[in-house]
């Protein structure tokens, strides 16, 4: 009860302290943001701030978590579904798309984590466990014979993600919508520039 | 003379102390990274340091030179050749792959510069005029039917050298040589990962 309370300050919530505390981790780097630099981003005492949260690694776990939940959530399915492997590839890259132009602030935090703090490495270890699944199922695409045997499985992983995770560097709203934009990569992806 | 000499001397010329201010520059951060960091990691005496460099500015600039005027000579090349835009396009995606995987610590701390210093600004914007290059060529590529028109040049621009760029993520020899590489991005890039 105590806590709900405190955490129900008009204004200054968990969400509204996360929001503020990712947007200085990416603008100064997580190593360079101080809980003192998110209280004055808040305009909130450093002391008002530790009701929200007990640390900078809470806020770093929480916003990693945003981004890697609906990331794992998108793998889940994929590996879940009886569709076949190449479908599952495509639908989890559409899905991917999605979830970087949602959450983008959180997903450009997980994606220059790269650090020695236990939240960090978890951070980290998620990241590789979902290239994992990725990998995993471009390899099962190849076997049913839909996606291209001529290419590493993990090197394919590694590049069409790179095509998605480059959303971080470019996407704006006025760019296109979300769904568009993930037609186009997952077109892209799968049939590449060629005009056919 | 006086500056031959002084830079001459055994063991740490500039070429070090560039290789060295790139490796801090891309462990800690541009910002974070001090002319004394610099001097003792290579074991020398800041006023030694300064005989090599004037500034941080200055190793920035030369450290983004390494990577952007491969890239932007890759580029003269792309536009100057009498092939079709299509083949152009083609030879400077594998081309930039190459400056990458050869030049992967100085291409790294290029794509990682944001910020607000008159040197950090002048390799963003050489950055662009160069995604500008890319963009133009998807379009001329277009126009002459080589490559698909229902994509918007720009986003095809981005994404493709998303797919270009996430090397410094992930790339190290032992994953492939830098020709097999680039042979495997422009392969995807061009015809994607469907088995045809």
């Known amino acids: 009860m105590e806590n709900s309370r ?18 200085l981790f990416n603008t100064h780097g997580y190593d360079a943001t101080s809980m003192f630099d998110i209280a004055e981003s808040l305009g909130i ?3 008002t701030l530790y009701h929200h949260v ?24 994929a590996v879940g579904s009886g ?8 639908l989890l890259i559409r899905r991917s798309v999605l979830v970087l132009a ?12 790269h650090g020695n703090t ?3 490495q978890q951070a980290v270890a998620r990241r590789r ?9 471009v390899k099962q695409a190849q076997a049913e014979g839909g996606v291209r045997a001529d290419v590493d499985p993990a090197t ?31 077109d892209l992806a799968f049939d590449g520039l060629r005009s056919r």
């Open 45 to 47: 005492t450093k002391s």
């Open 129 to 137: 466990a979902f290239d994992r699944i990725v990998t995993d199922l």
């Open 118 to 120: 236990v939240a960090e």
């Open 6 to 23: 405190r955490r129900g300050r008009p204004g200054h919530d968990q969400s509204a302290v996360l929001t503020a505390a990712v947007r």
């Open 83 to 90: 569709d076949p492997a190449t479908v599952r590839l495509r």
């Open 54 to 77: 007990s640390s900078k690694e809470q806020l770093l776990t929480m916003a990693v978590d945003r981004a890697l939940g609906a990331l794992e959530d998108a793998a889940r399915e």
């Open 102 to 113: 949602e959450r983008l602030e959180f997903v450009t935090l997980l994606l220059r984590v």
């Open 156 to 186: 394919a992983a590694r590049l069409i993600f790179g095509m998605v995770n480059s959303l971080i560097e470019w996407y704006r709203p006025d760019r296109g919508a979300p769904e568009s934009i993930a037609d186009t990569v997952s």
